[in-house]
């Protein structure tokens, strides 16, 4: 089973996945523009602290460790010193050396090697998604501190309407249950500021929990939308690196097979002695080789290497799911990201975005009494939660551009500068 061939459907979703993103050849990549430098230095000193970053690393360092032992002759050699008194005193030294005929080192070794690919595919992977989650928790913290912000505008905006009630009511001109809304809907604004504040501290905290205590200057969020996707070149996205960990790691496990292949069969023994043998006045030197070859009698290891081979065909179906699954999320963010970047041009477009005109608007209609305070308390609640909803638009497509750049495996790409190298 673990030689059967991967049906082709990995490579229809992935073409699939292309044509979804763009119009242009699935060949021809769209180079990407950089991430803007503050914020690439944000996320290189982020993972330059990451204790995730620590461990990955460190399990990189105990693979390539590894590799160098695999790399060692397989047997040491045997030293043996043999004295002997009685009607035949025998004094004999002797070394013997197991040797490697069966491709045991060379079979450990191609092992050892998928191993530190996959060491290294997971390290690639866990700075991916470092990145990207402390990217959106950045999103969402500068999401909360502009609608903190925001919210601190309305307050002061019911603040300022407040007084005003309290003038007019002086002079007649509104009436003392326009007057006591005007003072609810400060007390609404006043409950609502201290939900945006929860919030914010809740983001920060959310934060610091991927990247230590934030320092202040964290860059602010890009007044412009991100950019349109485009097609992603096939060798691209079969770089991914779970999907490269995946290929490394169906690797390890077809090399095991070979290793436990090879360990059942047994190695020969070479055994050189030299020495002297007296007996009585007669002192005779000796030299003596012998070769020996265990028998797999009773354990011939053949158990081993089914073991290896289900793991194999383990390790290929896995490789199948994820490549399916990689696939599917691309998918996913794409579409995703498109929706977002979409609803946020056109919300840019409309009138939906200028919040200060129709403040300003509404202050000069409830002065002129051409609307009421009902009116006006009503417009201007939805006027403000329009401009929060905005703000959130915004932040979700960027959180959106982010899982699409770590699904198309273009994330690091995009925080370096440049494109990555091929391997």
Avoid at 70 to 77: E, F, I, R
Avoid at 202 to 222: D, F, Q, S, V
Avoid at 367 to 389: F, H, K, M, N, P
């Amino acid at each position: 089973m673990y030689l059967r061939r991967a049906a082709p459907a990995g490579a229809l979703c992935v073409l699939l996945a292309v044509a979804t993103m763009g119009r242009a050849t699935p060949f021809d990549e769209t180079p990407l523009v950089a991430a803007p430098p503050d914020l690439r230095t944000a996320v290189r000193d982020v993972w330059q602290a990451s204790p995730q970053r620590d461990a990955a690393e460190a399990r990189v360092r105990a693979a390539r460790e590894r590799a160098k032992a695999a790399a060692q002759p397989v047997y040491n050699p045997a030293v043996q010193l043999d004295g002997e008194n009685a009607d035949v005193d025998r004094r004999t030294a002797g070394a013997s050396l197991t040797l490697d005929v069966t491709g045991k080192r060379k079979a450990r070794v191609s092992e050892s090697d998928a191993d530190v690919r996959a060491a290294e595919a997971a390290l690639a992977m866990e700075r991916r998604d470092v990145a990207r989650d402390w990217l959106k928790s950045w999103a969402s913290l500068a999401l909360a501190r502009e609608q903190t912000a925001l919210g601190r505008r309305r307050v002061q905006l019911m603040h300022r309407f407040d007084e005003l009630a309290a003038q007019r009511l002086a002079v007649g001109d509104v009436s003392a249950p326009e007057r006591d809304l005007a003072g609810l809907a400060l007390g609404e604004a006043q409950v609502q500021q201290a939900s945006l504040e929860a919030a914010e501290a809740a983001a920060l905290a959310a934060l610091n929990t991927l990247a230590g205590e934030t320092k202040a200057g964290l860059p602010a969020l890009p007044r412009g939308l991100p950019p349109d996707v485009g097609p992603i070149d096939a060798a691209t996205l079969a770089d991914r690196p779970e999907l490269v960990r995946a290929r490394a790691e169906q690797d390890r496990a077809f090399a095991s097979i070979a290793v436990a292949d090879r360990q059942r069969r047994p190695d020969p023994t070479i055994s050189l002695t030299g020495g002297r043998v007296r007996s009585g006045t007669r002192t005779d030197r000796v030299v003596g080789i012998s070769v020996s070859l265990p028998l797999p009698v009773l354990n011939s290891g053949r158990y081993d290497v089914d073991a290896a081979r289900a793991e194999a065909d383990a390790a290929q179906a896995s490789r199948q799911a994820a490549a399916w699954r990689a696939d599917e999320q691309l998918v996913q963010a794409t579409a995703t990201y498109n929706a977002m970047r979409m609803a946020g041009e056109s919300f840019r477009a409309g009138r939906a975005g200028a919040f200060d005109d129709r403040v300003a608007l509404l202050d000069r209609l409830w002065q002129a009494g051409e609307i009421d305070t009902s009116d006006y308390l009503v417009q201007l609640r939805q006027s403000t939660d329009t401009a929060l909803s905005g703000l959130a638009l915004e932040s979700q497509t960027w959180q959106a551009w982010f899982d699409y750049l770590a699904a198309a495996g273009r994330l690091t790409e995009w925080v370096d500068g440049h494109p990555k190298e091929s391997p």
